[in-house]
């Protein structure tokens, strides 16, 4: 069989042995595998670097290279997520509602987990560990198969959480990791019927659109992120250029910042011009219509196509607009259903957007880039779905189970 059937193979027999384990069984393997990332740092960032050294070498953009690149302080980050998870309740085995039929059937809805996960994502090393964390917590076994630019990073970082489930009742074949990191084996992933019981991609929009239109395992999808903050007339020129800042540069690689701005045509006049210059000041690119030109005259052009992209850089768009009406209908358009925030000071301004924008996360008043697992309190996240049906906005434990009827009788046959 090909790595990738072996793998899923492995998975499936191990998500068996999954179903029998306590909680405290479980807690204590996602202590284990935080603790051994400390301990095993030193060959985890050397396994960065070659993916880093690589990556610079094929010219790959600064942004991308942050989201790739692993540090003493992020390795932390990461293995602290994975104790956040130890402190969430398990969701598995909840009992949902209880009824009993007039023919004596006691009927029970509760939780199980999903079964066997598929992970298909890019440059994010934390994914696998956020990944496998999660999956494991709810019972699930998983098969991760990331991007080239992170291989050498994702195989230490299995190869170091197989050796801390080892020493637990957590078969280290639940967690699989698919070293072939051609497209071939991702779309090999997508046909495993039987095997998985479900693929998540994570990623640009190129690999979301190959595995949503592909796949004959079911999907959850998780969007491209293009996110808009709008500032209304009243807002607070302080609050909207902290917000509007962080949602841009905090981060520009990740998928819920900011790639395009609308900005109120009064509030434009007054405070584009100032705001401008504080992006520009953190080596930001702006794009923008033909009225953010007048207020900005080094603003290069912006175009449909602009408005259409996820740039994960540091490039923004800026569109100057007559009101909320034309906000709303701008994101409408453009939008990705992911994270869209308004900024101000009209109370039914901020309700309209709140109700009528649809995405996974709306914000008034806050940078987008809370949608995020950890932010939300759901220790790590798996992916942030935008689709509408099982799961949506940052998936956390809940979204990993699905139900199952447990029926009790004595002896009722269906006459």
Known sequence: MSEVRTKAALAKEAAAALNNLTTEQKNEALRR?????????????????????????????????????????????????????IELPDPVGVRLETFERPNGLRIEKRTVPIGVVGMIYEARPNVTVDAAGLCLKTGNAVVLRGGSAALESNRAIVAALREALAATAVPPDALQ??????????????????????????????????????????????????????????????????????????????????????????????????????FRARNVELRGCARTRELVPWANAATDEDYATEYNDYILNVKVVSGLDEALAHIRRFGTMHSECIVTETKEHAERFLQEVDAAAVYHNASTRFTDGFEFGFGAEIGISTQKLHARGPMGLPALTSTKYVVKGNGQVRG
């Open 177 to 278: 990791i698919v070293e072939d990191p051609s497209r071939d084996s991702a779309n090999e992933m997508l046909k495993l019927n039987g095997l998985l019981d479900v693929v998540i991609p994570r990623g640009g929009a190129a690999l979301i659109q190959n595995v949503v239109q592909n796949a004959t395992v079911p999907v959850i999808e998780t969007g491209a992120g293009i996110c808009h903050t709008y500032i209304d007339e009243t807002a607070r020129p302080e609050m909207a250029e902290a917000i509007a800042l962080n949602a841009k540069v905090q981060r520009p690689s990740v998928c819920n910042s900011m790639e395009t701005l609308l900005v109120h045509e009064a509030f434009a006049a007054r405070h584009l011009a100032a705001l401008a210059d504080s």
């Open 33 to 85: 595998m935080a603790d051994i990332l400390t301990e095993r740092q030193d060959d985890i960032l050397a396994a960065n670097e070659r993916d880093l050294t690589r990556g610079r070498e094929n010219g790959t953009s600064p942004a991308l290279l942050d989201r790739l690149k692993l540090t003493p302080e992020r390795i932390a980050g990461i293995a602290q997520g994975l104790r956040e998870v």
